[in-house]
C-alpha cells in the first residue's frame, strides 16, 4: 500500500533543517521525501502544513506495569519493590502481559511512541501482543523467569522473528543476579558478541551497598564480570562516578536516563551534562507506569532539560535539539533499531505527525524549541508504524476493539492488586 503524506513540514532529525515536502510511504518503509511528489497513492494525506518527524522510541520500559498506575506512591524504590512490586508479579498468571501491555500501547499510541525497550517477564506474551497489535518492541531477555541456557535459545532463535519484534540479551540488576549467574550471562554475551542492558547505579543506597561489600560501585563490579565487552546500555545511571564514565565510554556502553521514575522515587538527577561532554550517548526512557505515573516522552523531554539546568546551575546546559535526538534518533540506536531512526529514504516508516496549529505550539520561533518545551502528547496527530497509520486525529485504527483491550486489563489489575 502506498500513502502519500503532503503539504508537511519535515523534520528527518538527520539535521535541524525542517523541509516544506511530501513524503511517500510504500508498504513499510519511506520511499521517497521531496517538495513534491507526483505518483499515484493508495491513500493521500494532507498534512495541512503540519509537521511530519521520526516516532518517538522509549529506549526503557515495563510495559505491562500499567497495572502499577497510583497504586503505591511516595515509598523509596526498595520498599516500592520489594514490598508491594515483586509480590503482585508473583502473582502473574498466563496472558496477562499480553493483555496489560497492550494497554500501556494504547498510551504509547498517543503519545507518538512508535518503539519500546521493554524488560519484563513472558517474552512470548510481549512478543505476540506487539505482533497482533502492531508496536515495535525490542525485549531485553532477562534470566528471572528463565535460565542463562533459555536465555541464549531464545536470542539465538530470535533472528527468524518478524520485522516488528527483536531481542537483546540482558538482566534485571546486579543486585538481583548471583555472581553465577552473572558469569553466565557474561558468557552468553560473549558467546554471540552481543551487547548486554540492566539497571545500574539507580539508587544512592544501591551505589552504597555494592561499594560496602564489594569496595566497588555497581559500574565497576559489573566491569568485572566482561559485562560491558560488548557494549550495550545501562538503565538510569543516576550515581556514577568519573571511573564508572571512563569504564562506560571505554566499553561505547549508553544511559537511558528515566527523569520522572528517578525524581519519583527521590533517587536523584542524573549527570546529563557530563555524560554528553564525555560521548557517553544518552537515550530517554520512561520506565513503567507504576513508577512514573505516565508513558509521555514529551514530560520526559522537559525534564531531561530543566533538571540539567538545575543540576549545573546554567540554563544552556543542554541544547533542545540535542534532547530531541536523545528521544528519538538515539534511544532507536541505543535499542538497535538503526533501520527506524530518522526519516531517510528506504527507512521504516515509523513516523508522527505533530499539530503545529495548537494554540501551545504558537507563535512558531523555533519548532524544535517547542517541541521540548511546549508540546505535550495532546499534540500527536498520527501515529504510524512500519507504514501502518494506527492512530489518527485522536482515534485508534486497530484490529482490536479497544473496549475489548481495557476490559482485559481491568479483569487482570483487579485480581492482581485484590488484596487477600
Request: with cysteine; charged share 25%; hydrophobic share 40%.
Amino acid at each position: 500500500m502506498k500513502i502519500l503524506l503532503k503539504n508537511a513540514k519535515i523534520l528527518t532529525l538527520r539535521s535541524q533543517n525542517i523541509l516544506d515536502g511530501e513524503i511517500l510511504v510504500d508498504g513499510n518503509k519511506i520511499a521517497q521525501i521531496a517538495q513534491k511528489i507526483n505518483v499515484k497513492a493508495d491513500r493521500v494525506i494532507d498534512c495541512e502544513g503540519n509537521l511530519l518527524m521520526p516516532g518517538f522510541k522509549n529506549a526503557h520500559a515495563h510495559s505491562a506495569m500499567v497495572f502499577a498506575r497510583g497504586l503505591v506512591e511516595d515509598v523509596s524504590l526498595d520498599t516500592w519493590l520489594k514490598k508491594y512490586m515483586f509480590p503482585i508479579e508473583a502473582k502473574f498468571q498466563k496472558n496477562d502481559i499480553y493483555h496489560l501491555s497492550k494497554l500501556a500501547y494504547l498510551e504509547y499510541l498517543e503519545s507518538g511512541i512508535t518503539a519500546n525497550f521493554d524488560m519484563y517477564f513472558f517474552i512470548n506474551e510481549i512478543k505476540k501482543a506487539s505482533e497482533e497489535f502492531g508496536m515495535r518492541t525490542s525485549i531485553v531477555l532477562i534470566p528471572m523467569k528463565s535460565s542463562v541456557e533459555r536465555i541464549a535459545k531464545q536470542y539465538r532463535d530470535s533472528h527468524k522473528d518478524n520485522n516488528l519484534v527483536k531481542m537483546e540479551l540482558g538482566f534485571h540488576a546486579d543486585y538481583t543476579m548471583s555472581d553465577d549467574e552473572l558469569k553466565a550471562v557474561s558468557k552468553v554475551s560473549h558467546q554471540f558478541k552481543a551487547p548486554l542492558y540492566m539497571h545500574c547505579s539507580e539508587s544512592k543506597k544501591e551505589v552504597e551497598d555494592r561499594k560496602k561489600t564489594y569496595k566497588l560501585t555497581p559500574v565497576e563490579y559489573l566491569n568485572k564480570f566482561g559485562i560491558f565487552d560488548y557494549g550495550g546500555g545501562i538503565f538510569h545511571g543516576v550515581h556514577l562516578s568519573k571511573n564508572d564514565m571512563k569504564i562506560l565510554k571505554q566499553h561505547n556502553v549508553a544511559i537511558c536516563t528515566c527523569p520522572i521514575s528517578n525524581l519519583k522515587l527521590a533517587n536523584g538527577i542524573a549527570p546529563i551534562k557530563e555524560l554528553t561532554q564525555k560521548d557517553i550517548m544518552v537515550a530517554v526512557g520512561t520506565d513503567g507506569a507504576g513508577s512514573n505515573n505516565s508513558l509521555d516522552m514529551f514530560k520526559e523531554m522537559q525534564l531531561v532539560i530543566l533538571l540539567s539546568k538545575y543540576r549545573e546551575n546554567n540554563p544552556a546546559s543542554l541544547k533542545t535539539f540535542d534532547v530531541l535526538k536523545m528521544a528519538t534518533v538515539n534511544s532507536a540506536h541505543f535499542m538497535n533499531l538503526n533501520n527506524c531512526d530518522v526519516l531517510a529514504k528506504g527507512k521504516l516508516a515509523d513516523i508522527i505527525m505533530i499539530d503545529l496549529h495548537a494554540p501551545n505550539m504558537r507563535p512558531s520561533h523555533s519548532v524544535i524549541n517547542n517541541l521540548v518545551y511546549s508540546a505535550s502528547k495532546s499534540n500527536v496527530m498520527m501515529t504510524m508504524i512500519d507504514g501502518k497509520i494506527l492512530y489518527y486525529k485522536h482515534k485508534f485504527y486497530l484490529s482490536e476493539d479497544i473496549k475489548k483491550i481495557y476490559q482485559n486489563a481491568e479483569k487482570v489489575i483487579k485480581r492482581l492488586t485484590k488484596k487477600n
